[in-house]
Every structure is written in structure tokens, then in C-alpha cells.
């Protein structure tokens, strides 16, 4: 009995040691690979991915999910000379939020997929030529670490100025006006790194140039998701006080906020003073494990409170926890809002935040007896009183004058 417990323990742990590591495919054109570049593929291992590796030719080369699911998290297209490479195949794995990273030629299977993702290789330059190039300055990109000049071959990259490249492309590696590797990551945050030389991740090239293993090691945690992950936690949002109804005077924010209803209530009332936060983290290694810590970047991530259009937009205030939060009062109509959040920085994952609450007019018994807006209404109904007094009492008291007689 002991035993069996001791074996299905053991045979758990080796089922969530295996889900918990990354599945890698590497699609190559030559066997020798996993020799010319076995520092590359070494370091991958040592963060806990595991490689598998088939030729680009062999009829297994675009199988990538089996009954419904997906084999790899990630794919790995070291296939320069290869004609053909399964483009819908890789087009859905993006789709889907996984990642690729792929060298980049003047094949016709490589160009034609690179074109599908808007990125075209100018094949007039020399590709012979070795170019010092300068890593991008984006750190969740490149690593925290400062990177020096790197030694890259290879044809220059372009892409089209409608695709917003500042937004959606980002150019890793440029020399002399021109881009050497660029990174594309999509609205569901599929990851694809495109670098221009597959001599780059060579053994021989980590020897001659030590920056070129240290940017290549820092391109792949990234594209394969190890870093550039955040999250939101603790989405919440309560009211801190209920003015009165046609109550213009705004009290200040602290006033209220020994006043707090339950968290998250169902509706809301017109005019209420509403508190939203949540608290953004990031993915960090520590130690080699992964971490949750405080994501803080003040001035960059703003609140919006809709109903069909924006009835609201305002910047979301940050402090040393992480925390966001942003205090208004609910519009005076009435309807179905949500709370929403898009924010989007350069290198991370698109984090979207929704929650969805009704805002009610007010009910019967939460008016005033007598409310100040509605002073003026209680004039005319007193004046119109006084009025038919005035004309009952000057009909009754007044005689008529008698009429003459002849």
C-alpha cells in the first residue's frame, strides 16, 4: 500500500515536471545542427525546454498538434534552403499564441511566409558581409543587461510603413541604416523573431563574439515567453459614497473613504463616487524560478468607462505596489457600462481588462424631502396656491356693484 502511494506520488511528479517544460521544435535543413550549434540549443535545455528536432523535408515537418493539441508551445525554423515551409500551419500556431523563431534567406519557401507576416528581405545588399550591429533598447526585449555591438551577416530586413512598425515591429538588430532582425508580436501575443544570419547562433560565433551569445540567449527567453509577461489581479471597484441627487458640490475623495460598500457590487447608482483598481504584476526569474513582482509604470495606462462610446477616459494613478486606481463619479445616465483597461507596452503581453455593471436611476426613497435643485418648482406650485387664494378670496369678499335702477 505504502509502495503504491510512494509510485503514483513519483508518477505525478514526472506528469507536471513534464507539462511545467516548454516543448521546442527545431525544423532544420541539415543534420549537423545540433553540432554547429550546439551552445544555442544547450542553453534552451538548461532552462528547462525541451527540443525535439525533425527536417524540414520529412512529412512530419508541419504536424504540430495531435487530436486537437498543440505538440510545441514554440518552433524553431533553422531551414534557410528550405523551398517550402508549412505556412498555415505556422500562420494558426501564431494565431493561437505561440511563437516562432526563424532565419531569415532568399529561399522561396522563407520568403514567401515572410511576406505573409509583412517583413521582406532585400536580397540587393552583399550577405557575405559581416556588419557590427546595435541591439534595440527596449530591455524586456534584449535582457536588463547592456549589450554591446554584436557581429551579424546576412540580408537586410524591411517591412511596410502601413503596418505601423513602432506599435507592431520592432527592429532588434540595425547597422548603417539598415535592420538585421526584427520582432513581431500580434494583438493575442504570438511571438515571432526573425534574424537575418543562421551563423549568428553558431558555436563559432559565441567563441569569436562573446555579445552575439548573450543577445541570442536574451532573443529566445523572450520569443519563447519567459519574459514580458504581466497580469492583472485584484480587479475591483466600490462605491465611496452616494451624494445626494442635484448635488453640485464635489466633497474631496478622502471624505468617503471610511464609507466603502462590498467590493464589485452588481449596480451602481447615477452620480456615485466609484473607486476601480487592480494591481499589475510581472514575470521575472529569480533564482532561476519564476516570480510575480510589482509592475509599476506611472503616466502610461488609463481607465475607460463605456457604454457604446467612452464616457469616460482617465489616467490611471500608480504607486510603489503596483497598484492602479483611478476615482470619478458615474455619468447621470443610465444604462449598461463596463469598466476597461487595453494597455499594450512594447515587449509585453496585451493585457485587457473588462468588468461589466449596471448603473441604475435612483429609486423612489433615495431622494431628499425636499431637494435644492428643486426650489424654483416649489416656488410656482406655492405662488400658484397663493394665487387661487387671492382670486377666491377677492371673488367671495368683493360685492359687485348693484345695478341702477331706472
Not at 50 to 72: D, N, P, Q
Not at 332 to 346: E, L, R, S, T
Request: aromatic fraction near 12%; glycine fraction near 4%; hydrophobic fraction near 40%.
Amino acid at each position: 500500500f505504502t509502495i503504491m502511494h510512494f509510485f503514483r506520488a513519483f508518477l505525478f511528479t514526472l506528469i507536471c515536471a513534464a507539462l511545467a517544460s516548454e516543448r521546442v521544435l527545431v525544423l532544420h535543413d541539415a543534420s549537423s545542427i545540433q553540432s554547429t550549434h550546439s551552445k544555442f540549443f544547450k542553453g534552451l535545455k538548461d532552462h528547462g525546454m525541451t527540443l525535439t528536432f525533425k527536417s524540414i523535408e520529412s512529412s512530419e515537418a508541419g504536424e504540430f498538434t495531435e487530436f486537437g493539441e498543440y505538440l510545441y508551445d514554440s518552433v524553431i525554423v533553422f531551414a534557410p534552403e528550405a523551398d517550402e515551409l508549412p505556412k498555415d500551419q505556422l500562420n494558426q500556431f501564431l494565431d493561437d499564441k505561440h511563437n516562432v523563431l526563424i532565419i531569415s534567406s532568399e529561399s522561396d519557401g522563407v520568403k514567401d511566409w515572410l511576406e505573409e507576416i509583412n517583413i521582406r528581405v532585400d536580397e540587393s545588399a552583399d550577405s557575405e558581409t559581416v556588419v557590427s550591429a546595435t541591439p534595440l533598447d527596449i530591455p524586456v526585449i534584449v535582457g536588463p543587461n547592456k549589450i554591446g555591438q554584436v557581429s551579424i551577416s546576412g540580408f537586410p530586413l524591411t517591412v511596410s510603413s502601413l503596418s505601423s512598425p513602432e506599435t507592431v515591429y520592432y527592429p532588434v538588430l540595425s547597422a548603417d541604416g539598415k535592420v538585421y532582425s526584427y520582432a513581431l508580436q500580434t494583438r493575442v501575443d504570438g511571438r515571432v523573431m526573425v534574424v537575418s544570419s543562421l551563423q549568428f547562433f553558431s558555436d563559432d560565433s559565441f567563441t569569436e563574439t562573446p555579445a552575439n551569445a548573450q543577445l541570442a540567449h536574451q532573443l529566445a527567453m523572450w520569443t519563447f515567453g519567459r519574459r514580458g509577461n504581466v497580469r492583472a489581479v485584484d480587479v475591483e471597484y466600490r462605491v465611496l459614497s452616494n451624494p445626494p441627487p442635484c448635488s453640485e458640490v464635489v466633497p474631496p475623495m478622502d471624505a468617503f473613504l471610511s464609507n466603502r460598500s462590498a467590493v464589485n457590487p452588481a449596480v451602481l447608482s447615477v452620480n456615485d463616487f466609484v473607486r476601480f483598481s487592480f494591481r499589475m504584476e510581472e514575470r521575472v526569474m529569480k533564482e532561476g524560478k519564476p516570480v510575480w513582482v510589482p509592475f509599476v509604470r506611472p503616466g502610461e495606462a488609463q481607465l475607460e468607462f463605456t457604454m457604446l462610446n467612452p464616457r469616460l477616459r482617465t489616467v490611471l494613478d500608480v504607486d510603489l505596489n503596483g497598484v492602479y486606481s483611478a476615482q470619478f463619479r458615474a455619468p447621470d445616465v443610465y444604462g449598461i457600462y463596463k469598466f476597461g483597461v487595453n494597455y499594450h507596452a512594447p515587449g509585453y503581453n496585451p493585457l485587457n481588462v473588462v468588468q461589466k455593471v449596471s448603473v441604475r436611476p435612483y429609486r423612489h426613497n433615495a431622494f431628499e424631502r425636499f431637494i435644492p435643485c428643486a426650489y424654483p418648482y416649489y416656488a410656482s406650485a406655492f405662488a400658484a396656491m397663493g394665487a387661487v387664494f387671492l382670486f377666491a378670496a377677492t371673488f367671495l369678499l368683493l360685492k359687485p356693484a348693484a345695478p341702477k335702477r331706472d
